[in-house]
């Protein structure tokens, strides 16, 4: 376990945030998990951020904590109006966010830079949904 690990891996591209999760909760701290947790909330309160992409490249399987401060993060994001996509998801987290039932508007595609261009530029409001996965 890291002592003061860096938990997400945050870029930003034109409106849209980037947020790569490092590693699973075996890696950090719980405290650390949900205090950087936050801390990429305050980033997704900046009004100038219209979506969020979850990229899952390195991380080949999530367990709760980990997937329950990400999820936090998608939904404060959806309440606001905003967009949430991910990327470069395992079979064996794929298969646990159907469980979970973490579908539309929340889809998955196949590279960062597919995940990104769904979403930026789009407006952010309720009506307008990401097309579906890749």
């Not at 998990?33 to 969020?52: C, F, K, W």
Request: proline letters at 4%; hydrophobic letters at 45%.
């Amino acid at each position: 376990m890291n002592e003061r690990a860096k938990v997400f891996e945050l870029e930003r591209i034109d409106n849209v945030l980037v947020v790569a999760p490092l590693g699973d909760e075996s890696s950090f701290r719980y405290f650390d998990i949900h205090n950087q947790a936050n801390q990429v909330m305050r980033e997704l309160d900046e009004p100038a951020i219209r979506a969020v992409v979850v990229d899952f490249a390195i991380v080949p399987t999530l367990g709760w904590v980990m997937t329950s401060a990400i999820v936090r993060l998608v939904r404060n994001l959806d309440y606001r109006g905003g967009l949430a996509v991910y990327c470069e998801a395992s079979r064996a987290n794929l298969e646990q966010f159907s469980r979970m039932k973490l579908g539309r508007p929340w889809t998955h595609h196949l590279t960062r830079e597919a995940a990104v261009d769904s979403v930026r530029g789009m407006p952010s409001n309720g009506d307008d949904a990401v097309p579906g996965g890749e």
